[in-house]
């Protein structure tokens, strides 16, 4: 099992889109846009543009899921020339995810920030007895794919991030409110921990637990953000 704190520009050296992440409290990321380049993110994001750059707008795959689980249902793509800045509404850390070809991540939902045009995009909904923190109606898990070739996730956690990287049949247990994002090969599952109190109590805890291989990124700021059904 490896582990590692992961710095601002992490893992996005091979991104071939110019940017760069400002500030320390709430990040902004900033693209220098060119012709050859494009970049999408959720709307409600942008920070500011130049009038040269155009946005096009895409609803994904099962909006009406989405919407009613009040996550965002369009998707901004940006292309042309110019500045183009993305920024949430939280303090945390901005990072750049590199994603090999033929591979995935997974990530939770209020994390994405922006991704370079070539990677695919979807989404699950996790339900059942696994999400008992989140009121029973569970929470989105959206999904990168790089097809053909590598692509780049910018992200944001919330507090800061530590990346593990789990070997095969390694497992993790992780507060459930604390994991950012994952491979889509590392399996998830929430496990119950007895904490004893003593001859006659004890305590109950819901865990995340991961099983490699893979990575995983771990927030320092738990968050709980609850859907309705």
């Known amino acids: 099992m490896e582990m590692r704190h992961v710095p601002t520009q992490a893992d996005d050296t091979h991104a071939t889109i110019p940017h760069r992440i400002t500030g320390e409290l709430v990040p902004v990321l900033e693209f220098q846009l060119s012709g050859a380049s494009s970049v999408y993110f959720e709307h ?3 920070l500011y543009k130049s009038p040269s750059v155009r946005l096009a707008a895409a609803m994904p795959r099962g909006a009406v ?3 009613l689980g009040k996550m965002p249902v369009f998707l901004a793509r940006a ?3 110019g500045l183009l800045a993305v920024s949430r509404d939280g303090p945390g850390q901005v990072f750049g995810v590199g994603i090999p070809a033929g591979a995935a991540l997974d990530v939770r939902e209020h994390q994405f920030l922006a991704a370079s045009g070539g990677l695919g995009y979807g989404f699950s909904r996790v ?3 696994a999400n008992l923190l989140f009121g029973g109606s569970g929470f989105f898990v959206d999904r990168f794919t790089a097809a053909r070739e590598p692509g780049t996730l910018w992200l944001h956690a919330y507090g800061n991030l530590v990346e593990v ?4 049949g390694e497992a993790l247990d992780v507060e459930p409110g604390a994991w950012c994002y994952k491979d889509a090969a590392v399996h998830m599952q929430t496990v119950p921990i007895n904490v004893a109190a003593g001859l006659l109590s004890s305590h109950h805890l819901l865990l995340n637990r991961f099983t490699g291989p893979g990575r995983i990124g771990i927030q320092s700021m738990s968050v709980y953000l609850p859907s309705d059904e």
């Open 44 to 46: 409600y994001v942008l």
């Open 65 to 67: 899921k989405r919407m």
């Open 79 to 81: 292309e042309g020339e």
């Open 127 to 129: 339900r059942g007895v």
């Open 165 to 168: 990287t789990l070997g095969t």
